[in-house]
Every structure is written in structure tokens, then in C-alpha cells.
């Protein structure tokens, strides 16, 4: 039980009293202020009061902090959940605009004037599209947009959504009705697509300047591929940009192009037809005929869809056939003019003249041109004239003038100088034995020679056997010059009274003579009336 001492400095304090067996030392109690103390006794008996200092507990402090800032905490969050609630994250944009903090009302108007608003124009390739969101029933529902962007959920993680990037403008498109719209930039395409120029194939030419064949490249045309420039427009109405391009590459290319190995290898195999170059020329003076060359040559080559390369042998040959047509003479029609007086006849038949050996020429060209040949060939012939002017033209040389009314005969030199001349006896008029009229050719030179007729029927024995001194003959059939010394006269009409030969034009013996020292074999003897 405590004891009730009195101190000098705290009278009247009540101190417990020590407890039994312990020195009554200090004791415990209050001083006039209140304050706790102890009571230490003194030596004279008087207390003197050590005021006792409160215990400290720092986490105490610790904890109301902790509990302030959670509070403070939370009351921010549920600030900001309440805010974001309504109210969009910062750095959002929708459709390239900036829409940080705006409100759902806000958004909705935004949305709802973009949907109503919209329209993109798609350009290049020198044309130009545009899609409207009305045109094509596009609108976009503005609460729903805001529905999906400003959500509870979302506004419960505002704290992480503070720095992030928020792009909405998928979320409008997918409001969007892309399917309306794709169509119709399709159909402006397809539309425009019926007008435009198509592009054309590369294809394979000839060359007429440079004498080859080549690749034309081929022409893009103007016609565009859909699929490109629905994509550009799906790219760009991603962001929901007012304007796309049309990319490069979009043109409709050429199913075939200049590039394509096929061409090229058909070209080369075509040209190889086409190096050969043919000078066609006649006789041992090389008179020029006509040039086979690659302009000739691809007219004969030919090159299908598969780009197999032909050669037309047919063709060829019908050509070469018709220039040997075009260079034969023989048995023409030509003009003949006299060149001691001017007199002028048509003269046709017999043999002289350019006679073709149509045969060894194809063979000739066929061949030079299958092995690329480059030079002169000389046109294959079974008979030649002096000289060539062109189908139906005079083709001779010097020249024996047989004239079968005048019975008289000249042979004229190259330069139609008169080398010769004199009266003569032709066949007999009968339609047997007759001088046969036509451009013909001195056979032969013979000195002496027997001249023989027909054999006569029923026997082996020959018309006639002849013996004469100067023969040349200017038909295959026997008709020729020669000396006749059992005739008493020449010229006249001695021919049609009897004295007319088996067809030969018979001369004087000194007039016989005279021709068999200038005539050469192969000169030409017109016969005419």
C-alpha cells in the first residue's frame, strides 16, 4: 500500500510506498503539475521528483504515413477512374486527329461527322476516284464507337494507359462498312477499265531499215489492275486518310513481253534465214537479175503463235519459178528493129533467147540461203542471149535478118554494122517444107558437111543426102545455111515457083562461104516475112 510521503519539492505528492523487505529509497507518483515521477529519498528525508520521459514509437509514425498515402493514393485512382470514365486517354488521335482528354459526347460527335463526312479520293495514273461514306451507305454509329473506346475497364487501368499510344481509328473502321465501300471504288475501276486502252503484246516485225527481225516491245495501254488500288484505299482508309495513291505498277501489263525467251530465240533462229543476201546475175558478163535478200527472204519465213519458225520451201519455189518466167525470152514476143533501114517487126518463136533451168536455181537458193551465203550466183541457164533488157525486150547481138519476103538476108554486126548480105532461096510454101519464122540460134559450123532428109516411110532410106561445103544450122529440126550450087538463081520468087528448098535458105557458093568465115555459133537469126 502505498505510503503518502511529503517531499520538499512536491508536497503533497502521493508516492507508493516501497514494498515490504525493499529500502523505502523512491517511489512513483504524480508532482503538483501532474507529470509522472519518482520520489527519490534523500538522506535528510525529503524526495526529491525525477519527472519520467514518455517512451517513443516510430512505427507509429510510419504507419500513419503509409495510411495517408494510401489514402491519397486512392483517392487519386478513384479521381482518375472517375474522370476516365467519360473522358479519353491522352495521346488517343482517330483518324489523324488528336483526341486526348476529349469527353464521350465529344466523341460521339467526332465519330458520328466522320462516318457522315467522309471521303477519299484515290489518284494517279493520270485518273483520279473518289468514295464518299453517304454514296455508299457507310455512316458510322458514333455511340458505338464510344462504347468500345471509353469503357469501365479501360478507365480502371487509366494509371498504365497515361503514356501509352491510342490509335481508335480501327475501332471506327470497324464501324465502318469497308465492304460498300470496296465495291464501289471496284466498280469506278471496272468502268473505267471498258474505255481504257488495252495493253498490246510484244510481237516479233521485220525490220525493213535494218533488214531483221525484231522484238516490238510491247504497249502497256492505259487499263488498271483492281486489286492494287483496293489495297492502296484499304491501307489508307486504315487511317482514315482523305487521299490514296495509285501504285506504281498498276497498269494491266502485256500477257507477253519483249523480254519473253520464246521471242527472242524466234527472232534469232528467223534472222538466221535472213543473213544470206543473193546477187542473182546472168551469163559470163554477171548482168544483174535481182537480189535475193532479207527483205525477199522473211517474206518466205513465217512464225505461228507458238513462236516455231517456218520456212515456206513452196513459196520459194513459186518465186523462183516466176523470176525465171521473168527472165525467160525464148519463144517471147520482142520488137525487132532493122538497123540498116529502120524497118519494124514483131518477131516471136524459135530458139534464141534466156531459157532458165528452173530446177538447179531453187536448188541453188534453197541452198544459199540455209547456209547464210553472201555473193554472186549465177543464175543456172539451158540457153543464154547476148545480152538482158527485161521480159519481151530484144536480147541479142549481132544479128542475121532473114527476110522471107524480100529473099534477101543481112547479118549485122553488135553495133549493126552490115557484115554480110546476099539473095537467098527458102523452102518450099507447101506448110511442109516452109522456112519456119522465130528468133533463132546458129547451131554449128560444119565444113563439109551431108545433109540428109527424113527417113520415108517404109524404108531406111532418107529423103534426100546432100553433100554441100558450108553448113550451119539454126534449127534443131534441120533448118540451116548452106551453099545450093544446083540452083541457077537466087532471090526473087524462085521459092514459090518450084525451086523452093526442103526448108533451108539456100545461098551461093561465094555468098556461103563469106557467111561461114564471119557467123559465130549462138548468133542470133531472126526469120520474118
Known amino acids: 500500500m502505498a505510503n503518502k510521503v511529503q517531499g520538499k519539492h512536491a508536497a503533497g505528492a502521493q508516492v507508493e510506498a516501497p514494498q515490504e523487505g525493499v529500502p523505502n529509497t523512491e517511489g512513483i507518483g504524480k508532482d503538483a503539475n501532474g507529470n509522472t515521477v519518482v520520489w527519490t529519498a534523500e538522506s535528510d528525508g525529503t524526495w526529491t521528483p525525477v519527472v519520467l520521459k514518455k517512451k517513443r514509437h516510430p512505427?507509429?509514425?510510419?504507419?500513419?504515413?503509409?495510411?495517408?498515402?494510401?489514402?491519397?493514393v486512392g483517392a487519386v485512382y478513384a479521381g482518375g477512374w472517375w474522370y476516365f470514365s467519360n473522358h479519353l486517354f491522352p495521346n488517343t488521335t482517330l483518324a489523324g486527329n488528336d483526341l486526348s482528354y476529349k469527353t464521350n459526347d465529344e466523341l460521339v460527335q467526332i465519330a458520328d461527322s466522320i462516318g457522315s463526312n467522309y471521303t477519299m479520293v484515290v489518284k494517279g495514273e493520270g485518273v483520279s476516284f473518289t468514295v464518299a461514306a453517304k454514296d455508299v451507305a457507310a455512316g458510322i454509329d458514333g455511340k458505338a464507337v464510344a462504347a468500345k473506346v471509353i469503357t469501365n475497364d479501360a478507365a480502371l487501368r487509366w494509371p498504365l494507359e497515361l503514356t501509352e499510344e491510342h490509335d481508335i481509328s480501327q475501332i471506327l473502321?470497324?464501324?465502318?462498312?469497308?465492304?460498300?465501300?470496296?465495291?464501289?471504288?471496284?466498280?469506278?475501276?471496272?468502268?473505267?477499265?471498258?474505255?481504257?486502252?488495252?495493253?498490246?503484246?510484244?510481237?516479233?516485225?521485220?525490220?525493213?531499215?535494218?533488214?531483221?527481225?525484231?522484238?516490238?516491245?510491247?504497249?502497256?495501254?492505259?487499263?488498271?489492275?483492281?486489286?492494287?488500288?483496293?489495297?492502296?484505299?484499304?491501307?489508307?482508309?486504315?487511317?482514315?486518310?482523305?487521299?490514296?495513291?495509285?501504285?506504281?505498277g498498276s497498269l494491266v501489263?502485256?500477257?507477253?513481253?519483249?523480254?519473253?525467251?520464246?521471242?527472242?530465240?524466234?527472232?534469232?533462229?528467223?534472222?538466221?534465214?535472213?543473213?544470206?543476201?543473193?546477187?542473182?546475175?546472168?551469163?559470163?558478163?554477171?548482168?544483174?537479175?535481182?537480189?535475193?535478200?532479207?527483205?525477199?527472204?522473211?517474206?518466205?519465213?513465217?512464225?505461228?503463235?507458238?513462236?516455231?519458225?517456218?520456212?515456206?520451201?513452196?513459196?520459194?519455189?513459186?518465186?523462183?519459178?516466176?523470176?525465171?518466167?521473168?527472165?525467160?525470152?525464148?519463144?517471147?514476143?520482142?520488137?525487132?528493129?532493122?538497123?540498116?533501114d529502120g524497118a519494124e517487126y514483131m518477131v516471136s518463136g524459135g530458139i534464141y533467147g534466156w531459157e532458165i533451168d528452173n530446177e538447179?536455181?531453187?536448188?541453188?537458193?534453197?541452198?544459199?540461203?540455209?547456209?547464210?551465203?553472201q555473193g554472186v550466183i549465177t543464175v543456172p541457164t539451158f540457153t543464154e542471149g547476148y545480152t538482158w533488157n527485161g521480159y519481151g525486150q530484144p536480147d541479142w547481138g549481132a544479128v542475121m535478118d532473114v527476110d522471107l519476103s524480100e529473099q534477101y538476108a543481112r547479118y549485122f554486126d553488135v553495133d549493126g554494122n552490115i557484115l554480110w548480105e546476099s539473095a537467098?532461096?527458102?523452102?518450099?510454101?507447101?506448110?511442109?517444107?516452109?522456112?519456119?519464122?522465130?528468133?533463132?540460134?546458129?547451131?554449128?559450123?560444119?565444113?563439109?558437111?551431108?545433109?540428109?532428109?527424113?527417113?520415108?516411110?517404109?524404108?531406111?532410106?532418107?529423103?534426100?543426102?546432100?553433100?554441100?561445103?558450108?553448113?550451119?544450122?539454126?534449127?534443131?529440126?534441120?533448118?540451116?545455111?548452106?551453099?545450093?550450087?544446083?540452083?541457077?538463081?537466087?532471090?526473087g520468087n524462085s521459092y514459090a515457083i518450084g525451086y523452093g528448098s526442103h526448108g533451108c535458105i539456100n545461098l551461093p557458093y561465094s555468098a556461103a562461104e563469106s557467111l561461114y568465115n564471119v557467123i559465130q555459133v549462138g548468133n542470133a537469126v531472126i526469120v520474118h516475112w
Not at 554449128?444 to 534426100?464: D, V
Open 59 to 72: 512505427w507509429r509514425i510510419v504507419a500513419i504515413v503509409l495510411l495517408s498515402l494510401i489514402a491519397l
Open 173 to 248: 473502321l470497324d464501324e465502318f462498312d469497308t465492304g460498300d465501300f470496296e465495291a464501289d471504288l471496284r466498280k469506278q475501276v471496272e468502268a473505267y477499265n471498258e474505255t481504257a486502252k488495252a495493253p498490246e503484246n510484244a510481237f516479233i516485225e521485220f525490220d525493213a531499215e535494218a533488214k531483221l527481225y525484231a522484238v516490238h516491245p510491247e504497249t502497256p495501254g492505259t487499263k488498271l489492275k483492281v486489286e492494287p488500288i483496293v489495297e492502296a484505299a484499304q491501307k489508307a482508309l486504315v487511317n482514315m486518310e482523305t487521299e490514296a495513291t495509285i501504285p506504281e
Open 253 to 340: 501489263p502485256a500477257e507477253i513481253l519483249s523480254t519473253d525467251e520464246k521471242l527472242n530465240n524466234a527472232v534469232n533462229e528467223a534472222n538466221n534465214y535472213c543473213k544470206a543476201n543473193l546477187d542473182l546475175v546472168l551469163g559470163d558478163t554477171s548482168i544483174h537479175a535481182t537480189n535475193v535478200d532479207s527483205a525477199q527472204i522473211s517474206q518466205w519465213v513465217s512464225i505461228d503463235e507458238d513462236y516455231k519458225v517456218q520456212f515456206d520451201e513452196e513459196a520459194m519455189n513459186r518465186w523462183v519459178e516466176d523470176l525465171a518466167n521473168s527472165l525467160n525470152t525464148v519463144g517471147t514476143e520482142r520488137p525487132y528493129v532493122r538497123p540498116s
Open 360 to 373: 538447179s536455181l531453187i536448188s541453188q537458193v534453197s541452198e544459199g540461203i540455209r547456209n547464210g551465203f
Open 424 to 491: 537467098f532461096i527458102s523452102g518450099i510454101p507447101d506448110g511442109k517444107h516452109d522456112t519456119p519464122v522465130g528468133v533463132w540460134r546458129v547451131l554449128n559450123r560444119e565444113s563439109p558437111a551431108t545433109l540428109k532428109g527424113e527417113i520415108m516411110a517404109g524404108t531406111n532410106t532418107p529423103e534426100y543426102e546432100t553433100k554441100v561445103q558450108y553448113w550451119m544450122p539454126f534449127t534443131y529440126q534441120g533448118h540451116g545455111f548452106h551453099d545450093a550450087t544446083w540452083q541457077w538463081a537466087f532471090g
